[in-house]
């Protein structure tokens, strides 16, 4: 499993289904390697599956986990992932009759890498030459020669660094405005705007 540092969602799958299909789930712990206790629990004792009673570590992990307890997604949410969260993970799951049933999965959690900002005009790449400054990831565009034409157009501006989150985007539109003189009009050809993204 991946996740992105900062934003990203950790979602650890954990296989509890009983060997027999007419057995209950009472119990799911989990574990993260080199800590011999568990940082969350979800016990159905005495209840429904879904209706279980949550616990988690008063550690950082503990509170941004939370178990989807919906049958057969049977998944561990861990939310503002960091790099300190990646390493190797066992859920251990607890029935009325079957045995108790162990899975690993280990989670890789990927840095928060700088974007790469770019700007588009209907689904056509049109400008990819960002710059980093520090924190600051920019990059410039710079419309010209301006016609009656370029009139509505729609640029974004993208920016992304990693495939496992979406992108995110800003969108400009663009307004021509022509100045009257003495009741001559003037076109703004040749007038060139510029806007700049900063993410």
């Excluded at 049933?101 to 700088?114: E, F, M, W």
Aim: glycine residues 10%; neutral net charge.
């Amino acid at each position: 499993m991946s996740a992105t540092a900062g934003r990203g969602l950790a979602e650890l799958p954990c296989d509890v289904d009983p060997a027999s299909g007419r057995d209950v789930m009472h119990l799911v712990l989990w574990y993260k390697a080199g800590s011999g206790a568990p940082f969350y629990s979800y016990d159905t004792r005495g209840g429904r599956t879904s209706q279980g009673t949550h616990w988690a570590s008063e550690d950082s992990l503990g509170e941004r986990s939370r178990l989807d307890p919906r049958p057969g997604a049977y998944r561990l949410m861990i939310s503002s992932v960091s790099e300190r969260d990646a390493g190797l993970y066992r859920c251990r799951a607890d029935f009325k009759a079957s045995p108790t049933l162990n899975a690993r999965v280990n989670l890789t959690v990927i840095g928060a890498p700088a974007p790469n900002v770019t700007w588009w005009l209907a689904g056509a790449l049109v400008d990819d030459t960002w710059s980093h400054n520090g924190d600051l990831t920019s990059n410039t565009l710079q419309v010209t020669q301006l016609q009656r034409s370029n009139l509505g157009q729609l640029y974004t501006c993208l920016a992304s660094n990693s495939l496992l989150l979406p992108p995110r985007s800003v969108s400009v539109g663009l307004d021509i405005t022509c100045e009257c003189f003495w009741g001559l009009r003037v076109s703004p050809v040749g007038v060139s705007r510029m806007w700049v993204c900063h993410l």
